[in-house]
T-cell receptor
């Protein structure tokens, strides 16, 4: 079993929809939780960075962490075609090594 | 954009040949990382560095070595390339002293071993 599980999709939604992306994990030592966006043939870019449980909002993006369920989510409101990308969840226990999910491909149709 | 440059961007090489990929940063960050990205596996850590001449292995380090003789440069070497090392390689740096994660990635090197 992988430490971090993420549905690869693809997930296809119409423009303006609310998108929900999720990851589950098995290591209760994870403390920092991240979401990255990766456009085709580009490097990942950090979207959201949260510590421990709770919510964090940045514009149209909201990250949620539920440590009791070992479950994290990224919500995208008013999705746009420019949001079409692969979204990677990632987490770290405080050391040097980040564990990444395999990524979910998202398509937002105009 | 953070100043991370990977070279080359694309390379085709033959099985058994040595290959060196370069990552150059202009941000003076202490931590640097090499990842490979393959379908279904996401990003997997090959090696990382926490300072000049200070390096350690990641989860998929077999067949790879690294060197860091200057803060700005982190080299990844495939000692004898194999077809299983065909992949996209990314270099990354952390985002500063208060950020415990890789915040900036290079644009990647697409390596094909034939």
């Amino acid at each position: 079993q992988k430490e971090v599980e993420q549905d690869p999709g693809p997930l296809s939604v119409p423009e303006g929809a609310i998108v929900s992306l999720n990851c589950t994990y098995s290591n209760s030592a994870f403390q920092y939780f991240m979401w990255y966006r990766q456009y085709s043939r580009k490097g990942p870019e950090l979207l959201m960075y949260t510590y421990s449980s709770g919510n964090k909002e940045d514009g149209r993006f909201t990250a949620q962490v539920d440590k009791s369920s070992k479950y994290i989510s990224l919500f995208i409101r008013d999705s746009q075609p420019s949001d079409s990308a692969t979204y990677l969840c990632a987490m770290i226990s405080g050391g040097f090594k980040t564990i990444f999910g395999a990524g979910t491909r998202l398509f937002v149709k105009a | 954009d953070a100043g991370i440059t990977q070279s080359p961007r694309h390379k085709v090489t033959e099985t058994g040949t040595p290959v060196t990929l370069r990552c150059h940063q202009t941000e003076n960050h202490r931590y640097m990382y090499w990842y490979r990205q393959d379908p279904g596996h996401g990003l997997r850590l090959i090696h990382y560095s926490y300072g000049v001449k200070d390096t350690d292995k990641g989860e998929v380090s077999d067949g790879y070595s690294v060197s860091r003789s200057k803060t700005e440069d982190f080299l990844l070497t495939l000692e004898s390339a194999t077809s299983s090392q065909t992949s996209v390689y990314f270099c990354a740096i952390r985002g500063g002293t208060d950020m415990n994660t890789e915040a900036f990635f290079g644009q990647g090197t697409r390596l094909t071993v034939v």
